[in-house]
């Protein structure tokens, strides 16, 4: 990789052999404040992911109320980009903020500016809605999710805040321990490369799905039980 031919601070013979120098020493040169930087920045950038999450699951709940549980290709299609809207995207954003702190100088500066630039592109939709849309239109989007206030229930709502933040908390571990291990876990770009490529969009994905598929089943064993137990008693 031309990356660490171009930043190899340790001689040409040594062929940056175990380590990416360049990532090496901007990982030894972050002091404490760059740390709390670091991890200050990093909870304010992931508030935006977690409101395209929550509108992801209101577009997807007020999709469902109109359907009334028809079958409709092209909605389902839609589900499915929502889908990954909700579980895939905030990884792929994850991701690339990453990439962009290893591969310049973890200053406070670089760290601002590196997660500024990814949120703003992230959230290039709602400005183009925002320019489009007129306020009519505004207005009877917000009327449809009015709508829905009685399909869905509270009990809901607080779920899916819940799994949203949840969602949130993971990417910036995820994101500050790679950071701190990125010595271990690269020995070189290319090491980096599959990582990430193989971690933030393959498996790190599947996660809070994971998570939420136990949830109901525990959630499920509990209301039988529940339930078996007022039939119990009734009797």
Request: negative net charge.
């Amino acid at each position: 990789y031309n990356h660490c031919a171009r930043n190899d601070l340790d001689g040409v013979n040594t062929n940056f052999t175990g380590h990416c120098d360049f990532i090496s020493l901007n990982r030894k040169l972050m002091k404490r404040g760059i740390w709390l930087a670091l991890i200050f920045l990093s909870l304010v950038f992931v508030v935006p992911i977690c409101q395209d999450v929550d509108e992801s699951i209101i577009e997807e709940a007020v999709m469902d109320h109109h359907l009334k549980d028809t079958i409709n290709i092209p909605a389902e299609i839609l589900r499915i980009a929502l889908r990954l809207r909700q579980y895939v995207k905030p990884w792929f954003i994850t991701g690339v903020a990453t990439i962009l702190q290893v591969m310049d100088p973890l200053t406070a500066k670089n760290i601002t500016l590196n997660l500024l630039s990814v949120t703003m592109f992230s959230e290039v939709d709602n400005v183009v809605a925002a320019l489009l849309l007129t306020e009519s239109q505004v207005l009877k989007m917000e009327k449809f999710v009015e709508d829905i206030d009685d399909f869905a229930p509270n009990n809901t709502v607080r779920l899916s805040f819940f799994w949203t933040r949840l969602q949130g908390c993971f990417s910036v571990v995820f994101l500050i321990m790679f950071i701190y291990f990125i010595e271990e876990i690269t020995e070189s770009c290319a090491d980096l490369n599959f990582f990430v490529f193989g971690y933030f969009l393959s498996i790190a994905p599947l996660v809070v799905p994971l998570l939420q598929g136990i949830g109901h089943i525990v959630s499920s064993i509990k209301n039988s039980e529940r339930n078996r137990n007022a039939m119990f008693y009734a009797t």
